[in-house]
């Protein structure tokens, strides 16, 4: 059934342009994605509300936008380069590399092959480390290349700028700096869809708090961040939940983690992360840049590291587990009828216009002409390429919350049918005043 699920909801993407597999053009690039017209829409606003809900709204936090690429230094400050890898084994036989940790153990010395299901004996075939993080050069010469790397998360942006935020807006403990934008892993399980991908959008805010208040921040966090999803994105509590990272599972630089995951098809899943990642990276950063990151505490007279609390968010796992969460199959009369019931405000089109007949100039002008008027103030779209029925079900399918329809009758009573997605129930109103019951019912959705 899950399954199943999964592959409706691609087939869903691919079909009205959410996302499309990367370069298709020449066969394509495994674990890259693009967002088509409607998926970037949808991708567009969740960052936007992310923004806005804690860069603009918020007086403790500020935005920064640092680049993708970034010297070796830096990621041997953060631990990536020696930390950030998997281990992985060969298969003798089909000599596929999978990751240890993915594969079934017969025995302390013996491996499953996921694939050929010959046992691997580990003492023969060793596992060895690989590095996730993407290299490049960044010289002008081959001869003297200058070895630099994609960045596998944006915090560490966030870290290198600590004092030169500082410096230019005196904020004082606690306050954050956010950061949205492009992270590359080279990732070695993929597959599922858009969930792992090999270049992918963060959410991140850096946390910066006395060592003192820590704990109370990081709680304070993982209970915003998952409010986040269920007020602001629409998605349900009962497919949300929040799990504690044991200490084995904690990554190098964390004293504490959560992660809140979605139930995806394919079962319960990380959504995102929140961390409590101790003076870990500002430490760090000093040692190697040679630079000192501590904090001056005016009030008590003295220097100390400030932890950081991290809520790290995937843009691509936010918008997979909204349309998970808004795709439903229903039968309406015999027939099956594909409905995306997304929030609103997330809808890349809010309203939806036809003309009933489309060869009758004066319905089509009216049609045109309300279109025009509500699209300057509402995310709109007119379309006039099919019949009612195949017009309604296109715009279900893309999660639209109201379609207005113009017809004969609306050019004498100068009333429009006005649709609603989730119920399908018609009601006439009156072009006079579309515009304002359009608003009304937008923001009491
Ligand atoms: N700065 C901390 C950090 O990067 P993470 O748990 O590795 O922590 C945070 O990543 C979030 O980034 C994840 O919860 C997920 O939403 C997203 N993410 C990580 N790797 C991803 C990938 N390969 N593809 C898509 N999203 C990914």
Redo the contacts with the bound molecule.
């Keep these: 059934m899950g399954r199943d699920k999964l592959s409706q909801i691609i087939s869903l993407c691919r079909r009205r342009g959410f996302i499309f597999g990367s370069s298709e053009l020449y066969g394509g690039l495994s674990s890259f994605w693009d967002y088509g017209p409607l998926g970037a829409r949808i991708k567009k606003k969740i960052k936007d509300i992310w923004w806005e809900r804690y860069v603009l709204r918020r007086q403790d936090i500020v935005g920064l936008d640092s680049a993708i690429i970034m010297p070796r230094d830096v990621f041997i400050a953060s631990g990536h380069l020696e930390g950030f890898v998997d281990y992985l084994i060969e298969c003798p036989q089909c000599k596929r590399r999978f990751r240890l940790d993915k594969i079934d153990k017969l025995s302390d010395k013996e491996y499953l092959c996921p694939d050929c299901k010959i046992s691997i004996d580990i003492r023969k075939n060793k596992p060895k480390k690989f590095n996730l993080m993407l290299k490049t050069n960044v010289s002008a010469s081959e001869d003297y290349p200058q070895e630099a790397y994609l960045r ?4 560490q942006g966030i870290f290198t700028n600590f004092a030169n935020v500082i410096n230019v807006t005196h904020k004082k403990l606690p306050f954050g700096i956010a950061q949205i934008g492009k ?1 590359f ?1 080279n ?1 070695v399980t993929t597959g599922s869809f ?5 270049e ?1 959008d ?1 959410m ?1 805010i850096e946390y910066f708090v006395k060592p003192q208040d820590a704990d109370k921040y990081y709680e304070c966090w993982v209970n915003e961040r998952y409010n986040f999803y269920v007020e602001m994105m629409g998605i349900k509590k009962e497919n949300l939940r929040v799990r504690q990272h044991s200490k084995e599972e904690l ?1 190098h630089y964390a004293r504490a983690c959560a ?1 809140i995951e979605y139930n995806f098809p394919f079962g319960w899943s ?4 929140i ?1 409590n990642r101790g003076d870990y990276d500002l430490r760090r950063h000093s040692e190697i840049s040679k630079k000192d990151l501590s904090y001056f505490d005016e009030k008590i007279n003295e220097r100390f590291f400030p932890y950081v609390i ?1 809520p ?3 843009v ?3 918008f997979f587990a909204l349309i998970c969460d808004a795709y439903f199959e229903e039968e309406v009369r015999g027939r099956k009828r594909v409905v995306l019931r997304l929030k609103p405000e997330l809808a890349p089109y809010k309203i939806a216009v036809f003309p009933l007949l489309k060869n009758n100039s004066k319905i089509v002008e009216l049609a045109k002409k309300i279109f025009y008027d509500i699209k300057n103030k509402i995310p709109a779209i007119y379309d006039d390429s099919a019949a009612i029925g195949k017009l309604y079900r296109r715009q279900d399918e893309i999660g639209t919350p109201f379609c207005i329809t113009v017809d004969v009758d609306s050019l004498s009573d100068k009333k429009v049918t006005l649709r609603e997605r989730d119920t399908m129930k018609q009601e006439r109103i009156d072009i006079e005043n579309i515009l304002h019951i359009l608003l009304r019912k937008l923001i009491k959705e």
């Design positions: 596998p998360e944006t915090a992270a892993r990732e858009i969930f792992r991908m090999k992918f963060q991140e990554a992660d990380e959504l995102e992360g961390a991290e790290s968010s995937g691509d796992r936010t």
